[in-house]
């Protein structure tokens, strides 16, 4: 599976941004999807995640009722759409998809992810 993340920008305190995360490959829909985030000398942090039927979705504390995770498995497409954005949301963010199970318990865990797409930098400006 090769992954593909766009959408970042720039944007001030307050707007919106939405992120997508185009895969290839025919079993997307088989896949957990998650997304990360990176800031300079610090480990990547969990976002949000959902599975590939998207009944189970899962967000970290600091981005629920802001962000909404959402997949298209007829396009192979995952998006972060993210509002009401704080200079603190700035970072790289990064797709990633999970072959396994147990998504309740590995969600968080960047190790428990099989790919990951290249990042995509988002700026929030005060």
């Known amino acids: 599976v090769q992954l593909q993340a766009f959408g970042g920008g720039l944007v001030q305190a307050g707007g919106s941004l939405r992120l997508s995360c185009a895969a290839s490959?025919?079993?997307?829909?088989?896949?957990?999807m998650g997304w990360f985030r990176q800031t300079p000398g610090k480990e990547r942090e969990f976002v949000a995640a959902?599975?590939?039927?998207?009944?189970?979705?899962y967000y970290a504390d600091f981005v629920k009722g802001r962000f909404t995770i959402s997949r298209d498995n007829a396009k192979n497409t995952v998006y972060l759409q993210m509002n009401s954005l704080k200079p603190e949301d700035t970072a790289v963010y990064y797709c990633?998809?999970?072959?396994?199970?147990?998504?309740?318990?590995?969600?968080?865990?960047?190790?428990?992810?099989?790919?990951w797409g290249q990042g995509t930098q988002v700026t929030v400006s005060s």
């Open positions: 990633a998809a999970a072959g396994g199970s147990a998504i309740a318990t590995n969600r968080s865990r960047a190790g428990w992810y099989d790919y």
């Open positions: 490959g025919r079993t997307f829909s088989s896949y957990v």
């Open positions: 959902l599975s590939g039927n998207s009944r189970s979705i």
